[in-house]
């Protein structure tokens, strides 16, 4: 079956430096979703990418589809305390299925 | 999005007891799921719930152990069976977007069981 890696499980960094993280999966995908978690609450939506290729942003957040549509990656500019949290991708192969997670990468920031 | 509730918000209980989960949406949608996560870990789906007809299942999950209902397009249960410590988790719902949409999901807040 589909299975999403995501890399790394933790990052920690200083407020101001650049985070990354990075999902691939074992099949192509339809689309593929980034959902963030913070400490104690529930996975809340940030994007969805559609389109061979595809670059968004969200302010300090851009995310990115791979060429194949089976990678993509979160690049998060010039952190801030308030970006802490469980970063999670998730995909599915077929439009409207139920989605796969991804492990999630967990961003700690400090000051 | 739709605004999803979920109750009991937590709860504690023993082994061998049942505990059912309320996943109540303020608008009608099409697609409900179920899903569970551990701590420090990632969302495993559980099973989709179909509205007027069997849920289905992930594989390593299975009706007698988390039967399912779906009476409405508003509303879900899960029940967990028989528990044991290694049910302790999150149980959350969520549901596809409102409009349709059903790639696009929103979760709610989730219960956080403990089975001693």
């Known amino acids: 079956g589909q299975q999403v890696m995501q890399i790394p499980q933790y990052q920690h960094v200083q407020e101001g430096e650049d985070f990354t993280t990075y999902c691939n999966s074992s099949t192509t995908l339809s689309n593929i979703q980034w959902y963030k978690q913070r400490p104690g609450g529930h996975p809340v939506f940030l994007i969805q990418?559609?389109?061979?290729?595809e670059v968004k942003k969200q302010k300090r957040l851009t995310f990115q589809f791979g060429e194949a549509k089976k990678n993509s990656s979160l690049h998060i500019t010039a952190t801030q305390t308030t970006d802490v949290g469980t970063y999670f991708c998730?995909?599915?192969?077929?439009?409207?299925?139920?989605?796969?997670f991804g492990k999630g990468t967990s961003l700690l920031v400090t000051p | 999005s739709a605004v999803i509730s979920q109750k009991p918000s937590r709860d504690i209980c023993q082994r061998g007891t049942s505990l059912t989960i309320q996943c109540q949406v303020d608008s009608q949608v099409t697609m409900m799921f179920w899903y569970r996560q551990q701590p420090g870990q990632s969302l495993t789906l559980i099973a989709t719930?179909?509205?007027?007809?069997?849920?289905?299942?992930e594989s390593g999950f299975v009706i007698d152990k988390f039967p399912i209902s779906r009476p409405n397009l508003t509303f879900s249960t899960l029940t967990v069976s028989n528990m044991s410590p290694e049910d302790s988790s999150i149980y959350l719902c969520?549901?596809?977007?409102?409009?349709?949409?059903?790639?696009?999901?929103?979760f709610g807040p989730g219960t956080r069981l403990t089975v001693l």
């Open positions: 990418l559609v389109k061979s290729g």
């Open positions: 719930a179909n509205q007027g007809s069997e849920a289905t299942y």
């Open positions: 998730a995909g599915n192969s077929n439009s409207g299925y139920a989605l796969n």
């Open positions: 969520s549901v596809g977007d409102a409009q349709g949409r059903i790639d696009t999901q929103y």
